[in-house]
């Protein structure tokens, strides 16, 4: 599933001026760029947070109409809508977004197209089964209403197949129990069972709540209760994942396409976001969707016992504890960086009217995009935050389990240190002692998982050596942006 997340740090070769920036209505062609050269079946279209076009659909099917009707949207290509969180947000798109879904279907009828071309919908921060009954509702209501005083004759689908994104690892640690519900509440109120569930583990937003530990453990926990559901009552569930390329938010890079699968089996559909198709070459980008298509849909799920839960269920509250303890006393350094971060897309603003914000207790963050660029490039990665101590406080016993479960941790958190700073470490512990946690992490990481941090490649050195002008340029915010663009480049990600 390609998506407009804005993590990229250079421009698409489809852009005529050669700027990263993409804007509103240059995503209709991405989204067909998607399709037709990428050969991704499926595009999320964005409600949430930002502007959408929303003459989407009726552009797609006139404008490319030879294309459309060779590949049926709705059966050979996807658009699926993230809506806005009613409850997070406020609905102003939700109304649109929903409108669109019922138009394009009457649209799609007097082309002579046959099927529906939108029936799915992402629900973000989905934290109860009430949430996707009520989207259900709203919908329901406004589909009879817009067929009884619009419509004449023809009458619109009234349902939707709901997705339910979870985000936080809380929320993922018992997503077993959403969908339990979501499945006793539908079949009360449609009288069957769903045909199948998507269910949609997000993996950036946690990291930024709780850390990469807490986050991958919530992930593999999450996707085990899934296809737990799925046996218990024989419905059919295809897992998506939220990925980005840097390991603080999934590391899904063309490079590591096959571990990545590997690595959560039982995954039906990934995010192929801005990143991942920008910053490498197109030839890159298709052997690694081609190996992604072929690799997801063969892998099965690992089930982890209730046993293993528990104790894993531990491991994630002590690794959220230490890093956001960590972070209550460091982020008030980073601010003048993520102001800076260069922006990619039309997002609204973060605060404001029709904003909502991400938080870890008291703390209210930025965006995970803007977190991870400027963590990056000041050169102290977010995965080492916590995660050095987290390992030091384990058992023997609770290591083992943590690295069956997580075996990746190392080359994870050994990819990450590539983009290390011991000096601008050093640097940032003398202006504020609670840096300091970050070099025992640092110490730990490489003395129990046997691994060193650093830099390897020259663009890794040269990464690392031009970090160390981030700190002293946060007065000149201009100069700052250009510089973490150059670093972005250098790493081939923003954040």
Known sequence: MATQHPDNANAPKWKSDGQPFIGLYDELYEALESFINLDIPEFMWDWEGKHADSAVVDKLLSNYHSYFAKHKLGKDRYLTFRIPNIWQEKGYSLLQAMTVILTSEDYARDLKFGQRPLFEVILPMTSSAKQLMHMHELFGQLANFKSEVFNGSHKNNDQLELIPLVESVASQQTIGQLLNEYLKLYKSKFGKSPAYIRPFLARSDPALVSGLIATVLANKTGLSQVYEFSKRWHIAVYPIAGVGSLPFRGGLSPSSASSYAAQYPGLRTVTIQSSFRYDHSTAEVKRAIKTLAQD?????????????????????????????STLKDIIKDMEPLFEAVPRRRERRQHIGLLA?????????????????????????????IGSGRLLESLSGAQLDLLLRHYPTLPSDLQKAGHYFSQNNLAVLAKRNKSWQQLSQDVKAIERILGIRLGPRTNDEISHVNLSANVFPTKKNPRKLSALIDELAQLRRSLG
């Not at 703390?363 to 977190?371: G, Y």
Request: charged fraction near 20%.
């Open 356 to 384: 909502y914000s991400r938080s870890a207790g008291p703390l209210h963050l930025p965006r995970a995009i803007t977190f991870t660029a400027a963590f990056y490039s000041l050169g102290v990665p977010p995965e080492l």
């Open 296 to 324: 997801l849909p063969r892998s099965k799920p690992h089930i982890i016992t209730g046993a293993d839960q528990k104790l894993l269920d531990r491991i994630i509250h002590k690794a959220s504890e230490l890093y956001r």
